[in-house]
Each structure stands twice: as structure tokens, then as C-alpha cells.
């Protein structure tokens, strides 16, 4: 075994143990809810980050998946997901989950998901699964070329190099900093000016869940743990243009949200998540989303559309 190869081994045992240390991903990332009823389950806990204003869209995605996957056939496999954001979720109260089965055929089988708190809807989903066909088509999107995650640096060590040559300042550095450390994924950013200021319309980065994961899960949660990881940069790529004005407070919030699963994947290996600005105009910014594994095949594309708006006395120099 060559001296490169052997880094390689021993940098991937290394991170192999970092994940057990860092705990169970699924209640880390308060995925797993608690039965109530039939068709009905209840969160357990909610997490917002610190400057967030509600709780956090990825996880009441990722909830009312688990929901949702919980009341279908085993043999059933998600492969699409259209949902809509009503109003902030409450992170002091528990969300309430509702599945409605509204089909189930000899290969599809389609649910309706509402979550609801103080008796009010808050987020809704249609989900469908379907059951394996013998027919296979092989085309898809290209992956991009970009180097591995071994080959890239943590956003730690990029944030210190930053600071040190004073392109970011100590508070930027401060914030960031705990950020990265507050949230439950793991992150590698292909280009290392996107971590702080840059005006590109695309952003592409390796990602993976911080902590382990129980053996055994269905392909069906560690879709839902995407959909979870999914959320959290769509609209931060969406203000990559704007970061003229990154000592501004922009407000943004996800209008809807949707996924195209197209083949198995695992949350606990790199994923490559490129994402693009589609459309920014009228207080709305569209971003697609495209995801590879690390031998290249096209696991999901998602889309979502949020609410951009700048404060009323700025004009936008886009």
C-alpha cells in the first residue's frame, strides 16, 4: 500500500471514529418521533439555529417524511416529495404530524402529510413511494469534477486562514465558527471563498451527517436524513449574490420544497450537493439542487422557493 493510500485509510478510520464519539445522527437531529396513533406522530424536540426566527425547515421536512414512510409498505420507496411551508414552526411546542394514505396501487402509493400546532396547519406534504420496476434507463446529469473531501480543507481551518489574513473579521469568525459546530452535518466546501464572501450564483459542497447512524435503517430514512440536510443551504446560496451587503440583516424564509429521489443513498458517506440560483426577482429567490454519491450517481435533485426581501431602505444592485 502506497503512503498516499494509507493517509487515505487512516484520515477515513479517523472520521469513522469521530462519528461514533459524536452520537446517534437520527436523535441528534431530533428525527425520531414519538406514535401517538395510527397516522398521527408527534415531535419530540425542534431546533432553531441561533439568529433563526422559527424552527428549522429541514427537520419538519425530514419529520413529516418519517411520518410518512412509517405508514406505507416496507417494500415501498420514496421517490418524490412536494411540500409547503404555512407558517413558522414553534420550537417551545411539539408539532403534530397527520398521514393521510390517499393511494395505494400495485406500484405507487401516494400520502398526504399536515403538520399542525395550537390546532393550526403549519407545513404541508404530499409524498409518493413506489415499488422497484425491472425497467432501468442509465442516463443522468453529469457529475461535476471537483476534487474528494479528503483533498479539501475543513470550514474550520478555512475560517482560521480567513481571519488570519484578515478577510473576515473576529465576530464573523466568532459566529461561523459556532455555527458550524451547532449544526448536525458535515460540510466541505469545494471553493473556500463560498464559507464567507462570495457574489457566485452557484455553490457545491460535500456534505454527510455528523455522528453515526443505527445499522439496518430502511433506504427510506436516510432519505428522510437528506431532506433534513438538504434545507440548510438552498437559500444561503440564494443571497450569495447580495453579500455586498453582508453586514445587512436579510430576511428569508422557505416558501415550499421539493425532492426527485432517484436512486438508494447513505447519509453517513459523502453526498456532493451542487446548488444553483435558478431565479432572484419579486422577493423571491428560486434555487435548484443536485446531488451525487461519491461514485457519481445522481441520488436526488430538489427545488425550492423562498422569500428574499432587503430592508426598505436598500435598493438591490443586482
Known amino acids: 500500500m502506497s503512503n498516499k493510500d494509507q493517509g487515505a485509510q487512516n484520515a477515513e478510520e479517523s472520521?469513522?471514529?469521530?462519528?461514533?464519539?459524536?452520537?446517534?445522527?437520527?436523535?441528534?437531529?431530533?428525527?425520531?418521533?414519538?406514535?401517538?396513533?395510527?397516522f398521527m406522530?408527534?415531535?419530540?424536540?425542534?431546533?432553531?439555529?441561533?439568529?433563526?426566527?422559527?424552527?428549522?425547515?429541514?427537520?419538519?421536512?425530514?419529520?413529516?417524511?418519517?411520518a410518512a414512510s412509517e405508514c406505507i409498505p416496507p417494500d415501498c420507496h420514496m421517490h418524490s416529495m412536494h411540500s409547503y411551508f404555512l407558517r413558522p414552526g414553534d420550537t417551545t411546542r411539539p408539532i403534530l404530524?397527520?398521514?393521510?394514505?390517499t393511494r395505494e396501487g400495485r406500484t405507487y402509493c401516494s400520502t398526504s402529510v399536515k403538520a399542525i400546532q395550537a390546532?393550526?396547519?403549519?407545513?404541508?406534504?404530499q409524498a409518493s413511494f413506489k415499488r422497484e420496476e425491472e425497467f432501468h434507463s442509465d442516463y443522468q446529469?453529469?457529475?461535476?469534477?471537483?476534487?474528494?473531501?479528503?483533498?479539501?480543507?475543513?470550514?474550520?481551518?478555512?475560517?482560521?486562514?480567513?481571519?488570519?489574513?484578515?478577510?473576515?473579521?473576529?465576530?464573523f469568525y466568532n459566529y461561523r465558527k459556532?455555527?458550524?459546530?451547532?449544526?448536525?452535518?458535515?460540510?466541505?466546501?469545494?471553493?473556500?471563498?463560498?464559507?464567507?464572501?462570495?457574489?457566485?450564483?452557484r455553490q457545491t459542497l460535500w456534505i454527510k451527517v455528523k455522528g453515526h447512524l443505527p445499522d439496518g435503517l430502511h433506504p427510506n430514512t436516510h432519505k428522510c436524513c437528506l431532506a433534513?440536510?438538504?434545507?440548510?443551504?438552498?437559500?444561503?446560496?440564494?443571497?450569495?449574490?447580495?453579500?455586498?451587503?453582508?453586514?445587512?440583516?436579510?430576511?428569508?424564509?422557505s416558501l415550499d420544497h421539493t425532492m426527485w429521489f432517484h436512486a438508494p443513498l447513505r447519509v453517513d458517506e459523502w453526498l456532493l450537493y451542487d446548488i444553483v440560483i435558478d431565479k432572484l426577482s419579486d422577493g423571491r429567490a428560486l434555487v435548484l439542487g443536485r446531488v451525487w454519491d461519491m461514485r457519481g450517481t445522481l441520488v436526488c435533485t430538489i427545488a425550492q422557493e423562498g422569500v428574499l426581501r432587503l430592508p426598505n431602505n436598500i435598493k438591490p444592485k443586482l
Open 41 to 66: 406522530y408527534r415531535s419530540k424536540n425542534l431546533w432553531k439555529g441561533k439568529v433563526a426566527r422559527a424552527a428549522y425547515g429541514g427537520q419538519v421536512v425530514g419529520q413529516a417524511l418519517i
Open 228 to 253: 433534513y440536510m438538504s434545507d440548510m443551504y438552498l437559500l444561503r446560496t440564494a443571497m450569495m449574490p447580495l453579500t455586498w451587503l453582508h453586514k445587512t440583516r436579510v430576511f428569508a424564509t
Open 141 to 171: 446529469t453529469s457529475m461535476p469534477d471537483v476534487p474528494m473531501p479528503d483533498e479539501l480543507s475543513s470550514p474550520v481551518d478555512i475560517l482560521e486562514k480567513l481571519r488570519e489574513q484578515e478577510i473576515i473579521d473576529p465576530n
Open 178 to 201: 459556532e455555527w458550524l459546530e451547532e449544526i448536525t452535518m458535515m460540510i466541505k466546501f469545494v471553493k473556500e471563498e463560498q464559507i464567507a464572501v462570495s457574489t457566485s450564483q
Open 97 to 101: 404530524y397527520l398521514v393521510d394514505v
Open 15 to 38: 472520521e469513522m471514529e469521530m462519528d461514533k464519539n459524536l452520537g446517534n445522527f437520527i436523535q441528534k437531529s431530533f428525527l425520531d418521533l414519538e406514535k401517538i396513533d395510527d
Open 119 to 125: 390546532n393550526i396547519p403549519i407545513f404541508t406534504m
